[in-house]
């Protein structure tokens, strides 16, 4: 069992938005800013979406966004196109002990 | 441009020890704040993370796997090595290496570790 919840499923048609959760606890994503997520397709390694809940790196589309409310972090995906069709995994610093936490995954499919 | 690439074997035994090798190139593990990580995955299974070590030498590890897992880094050589004790079949995962500022980014390619007798 992961540490971080996600829905195992999401889906949405092109052109749609659609958005992934990922609930922790204050430990984890409600109690520090450095929450990430990445898009995995098959076969490849994983690739950083968003970084520090919010951020996103050079060269990801602005399609792609992220936020938090408490102690859910949200992945949204805006103007849904048939490359964004993938596995996306969010993470989460969890403290000194415990560095790093993963969500189960959610593999979105654009239908 | 920033390239991390894992190397080792990728057949071992149950109870052996594993040991692979990131190789990176385009950064400095010397740069404050950065660390190199390793994350698996299980064949069909989410990520986990397994360790990392920062720039100034601290090292972090998962509580769960901590009393098998060691890892070091060789600035000069640019390299940060995993070793993983007493390998189960449970084991059998793709293993990546990743660096880390922030968020892991970029990731290695990967390698996949078979634990089978």
């Known amino acids: 069992q992961s540490a971080l919840t996600q829905p195992p499923s999401a889906s949405g048609s092109p052109g749609q938005s659609v958005t992934i959760s990922c609930t922790g606890t204050?430990?984890?994503?409600?109690?520090?800013?450095?929450v990430s997520w990445y898009q995995q397709h098959p076969g490849k390694a994983p690739k950083l979406m968003i970084y520090?809940?919010?951020k996103r790196p050079s060269g990801v589309p602005d399609r792609f966004s992220g936020s938090r409310s408490g102690n859910t972090a949200s992945l949204t995906v805006s103007g849904l196109q048939a490359e964004d069709e993938a596995d996306y995994y969010c993470s989460s610093y969890a403290g000194n002990y415990n560095f790093g936490v993963f969500g189960g995954g959610t593999k979105l499919t654009v239908l | 441009q920033i390239t991390l690439k894992e190397s080792g074997p990728t057949l071992v035994k149950p109870t052996q020890t594993l040991t692979l090798t990131c190789t990176f190139s385009?950064?400095?593990?010397?740069?404050?704040?950065?660390?190199v990580g390793w994350i698996r995955q299980p064949p069909g299974k989410a990520l986990e993370w397994l360790a990392l070590?920062?720039?100034?030498?601290?090292?972090r590890y998962s509580p769960s796997l901590k009393s098998r897992l060691t890892i070091t880094k060789d600035t000069s050589k640019n390299q940060v090595v995993l070793t993983m004790t007493n390998m189960d079949p449970v084991d059998t995962a793709t293993y990546y290496c990743a660096k880390w500022f922030g968020g892991f980014d970029p990731w290695g390619q990967g390698t996949l570790v078979t634990v089978s007798s």
């Open positions: 070590v920062f720039w100034d030498d601290d090292k």
């Open positions: 204050s430990s984890d994503v409600g109690g520090y800013n450095y």
């Open positions: 520090e809940v919010t």
């Open positions: 385009g950064f400095s593990l010397s740069t404050g704040g950065v660390g």
